[in-house]
C-alpha cells in the first residue's frame, strides 16, 4: 500500500519561474491497485510519479510504502522496490550492453554490486525462457547490443526489467506514447499480464483515454495539481471516454489532440 | 632494432596505460576528465620521492596508482557530492594537483640516475646490459597486467554497473544504484591508470618533473582515436588492445615527424593537438555519412 500524504511542491521558489504544482495533494493506492491517471498537459502527473520515483525532492509531505517512510529514501534507495518506466524508450535501457547484460543488472536490483561476475550461464538460459513469449524474437539476439533494437522492443525489455525483481509499485510514465498503435498495443498488453502475473501496485499515466478505462481497477484524473476524479470497480466500468471529455472540459483543462483522438 | 624504433615502442607501451585511464573516462563514463595532466606528475612525483628515499621501486609504483586513485576519487568527489561540472571539476583538481606535485617533489625535478628503479630491477632480473633494454618487456608486462585486471573488472556486477552509469545515468539508477558511487569508482580507476603510467614513464626517462603531465591528455586521446581506428564495434580486449596500438602508432608519428624534421620538437604539442581535433572531426563526419545518431 503507498500512501502520500499531504505532498506540497513548487518548482523554482522564488523566482520569476516559481511553480507551485502540488498544494497539499494525498493519495493512497491499496495493494494490487492498478491506478490509470490521465489529465491534461502540465497537470502533474509526471511530478506526481517523479516525487514518488524520488527524482525530486518534495517541499513537505510524506509518502509510506507498506507502512514504512520512504519520505527520506533517494531515488536510487526507492528504486531497489519499485519498477519505473519512462516515455523515452532510450532511458530505461543501455545501449552499450547487451540484452543480457541489461536483465543482469535488472535481476540484481537492492542488492549490492559485488565483482562476482556480472552474468551467469544458468541467467542466460533464464533470459532467453522469459524473452520467448514476448514473440519479438529478442531471445534469439541475448548477446546483441540494445542499441540495435528498436524504440518498442526496448520499451518491452524495459518493463521486463522493471518488473524482473517483484517491485511493491510500479511507475509507468506514458510509457506506449512514443510507440506506433500497434507496438503499443503489444507493450499494454506485456503491462497487463505482468500486473496481473504478480499482483503489482501500478501507477500508469496515459493520454489515451480509452486505454485508461480499459487498463487497470482504478482511475484518476488530474488537473492543476489536483485529483478530480477517482473512481473504481463498477464506476469506473461504467464511465465512458464522453464523460471523461465533459469533466475535461467542466475543468477548463486543455486538451490536446491526443485526448481528442482517445 | 634502430634504438629510435625500440624508444617510440618502449614509449608507447608506458604511455598506453595512460590513454587506458582517458578511455575509462572520455568513453566509458562519458566525462573529459582533466585531473589525467595532475594525476600523471602525481604518479611521477610519488614515485621519484618515494624511490630516492629508499622505497622498493615496485612499491612506489604501486603507491603512484594509489596516489592517482585518490586524485580522481576528489574530482569524483567534486562532481558528485558538490555538483560541480565535471570538465571544471577536473581543471580545479589538476590546478591543486600541481602545488601538490611540488610539495611532494620539494622542487621541480628529481632526478633518478644514481637509484635503483623499476627498470634496473626488471634489467638483473632478465640479465640485460642497459636499463634501458628492460622497457619493452615492463611495458608488456604492465600493458598485459593493466588489460587482464580491466576485462575482469569490466566483466563483474560492479563493473557492469559503470558501464551502464557510464551510458545513461536513469537506467542504473532506475535499477537501484547510486550513479555518484559509480561516477567516483570511475575517476578512481582512471586516474589509478593515469598515476600509473606516470609512475613507469618517470623512472623510463630517468627523472620526474613537475611539468611532465602538460598535454598528457591530447596525448591519450590521440592514442584512444588512433587505436578506435581498428576497434570498430569489437569486443572489450580489442579495444583495449587497439588503444595500446594506438599508442605505438602515435609514438611512432612522432619520432618521425622528429627525426626528418617535419615539426620540431617545441612544435610537438602544437602538433597533437592538430591531430586530434581533425581526427575527431573526421570521426564525427563519417558517422554522419553513416547515418548514427548524435548523442
Ligand atoms: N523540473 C521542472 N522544473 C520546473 N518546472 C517543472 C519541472 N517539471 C515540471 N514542471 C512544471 O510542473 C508542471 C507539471 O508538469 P508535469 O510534467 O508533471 O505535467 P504532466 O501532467 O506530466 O504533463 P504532460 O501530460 O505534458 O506530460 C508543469 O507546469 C511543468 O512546467
Ligand atoms: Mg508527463
Known sequence: MLEIKGLCKTFNPGTINEKKVFEDLSLTLNSGDFVTVIGGNGAGKSTLLNMIAGTYPFDKGQLLLDGKDITKLKEYERAAFMGHVFQDPLLGTCSNLSIAENLSIARRKGKRRTLRRGITEAEREEYRALLAPLGLGLEERLTEKVGLLSGGQRQALTLLMATLVRPQLLLLDEHTAALDPKTAQIVLDLTNELVQRDQLTTLMITHNMRDALKTGNRLIMMSEGKIILDINGEAKKQATVSDLLALFEQNNASLDDKMLLG | MSSVLSSAIAQGLLWSILAIGIYVTYRLLNISDLTSEGSFTLGAAVTAF??????????????????????????????????????????????????????????????????????????????????????????????????????????????????????????????????????????????????????????????????????????????????????????????????????????????????????????????????????????????????????
Open chain 2, 50 to 295: 618515494s624511490i630516492v628515499a629508499g622505497v622498493p621501486p615496485i612499491l612506489a609504483v604501486l603507491l603512484a596508482a594509489l596516489c592517482g586513485a585518490l586524485a580522481g576519487t576528489v574530482t569524483g568527489l567534486l562532481h558528485t557530492k558538490m555538483h560541480i561540472p565535471s570538465l571544471l571539476a577536473g581543471i580545479l583538481s589538476m590546478t591543486g594537483l600541481y602545488s601538490v606535485n611540488l610539495r611532494v617533489m620539494g622542487k621541480a625535478n628529481i632526478p633518478l640516475n644514481q637509484v635503483d628503479t623499476i627498470l634496473s630491477n626488471l634489467k638483473d632480473l632478465l640479465h640485460l646490459a642497459r636499463d634501458r633494454g628492460a622497457a619493452i618487456p615492463l611495458g608488456i608486462l604492465a600493458v598485459a597486467l593493466v588489460i587482464g585486471l580491466l576485462v575482469w573488472f569490466f566483466n563483474t556486477e560492479f563493473g557492469y554497473a559503470i558501464v551502464a552509469c557510464g551510458n545513461n545515468d536513469h537506467m542504473i539508477i532506475a535499477n537501484g544504484v547510486s550513479s555518484d558511487k559509480l561516477k567516483i569508482a570511475g575517476f578512481a580507476i582512471a586516474n589509478a591508470l593515469i598515476a600509473l603510467s606516470g609512475s613507469l614513464v618517470c623512472q623510463y626517462n630517468g627523472y620526474a618533473d613537475v611539468q611532465m603531465g602538460i598535454g598528457a591528455i591530447v596525448v591519450g586521446l590521440a592514442s584512444v582515436i588512433i587505436g578506435e581506428v581498428f576497434a570498430k564495434d569489437k569486443s572489450f580486449v580489442f579495444v583495449l588492445l587497439s588503444i595500446v596500438l594506438g599508442s605505438v602508432i602515435y609514438r611512432l608519428i612522432v619520432a618521425f615527424v622528429i627525426n626528418t624534421s617535419i615539426v620540431s620538437a617545441n612544435d610537438m604539442k602544437l602538433f597533437t593537438a592538430v591531430l586530434v581535433a581533425l581526427a575527431i572531426w573526421f570521426t564525427d563526419l563519417s558517422q554522419r555519412k553513416g547515418g548514427k545518431k548524435h548523442a
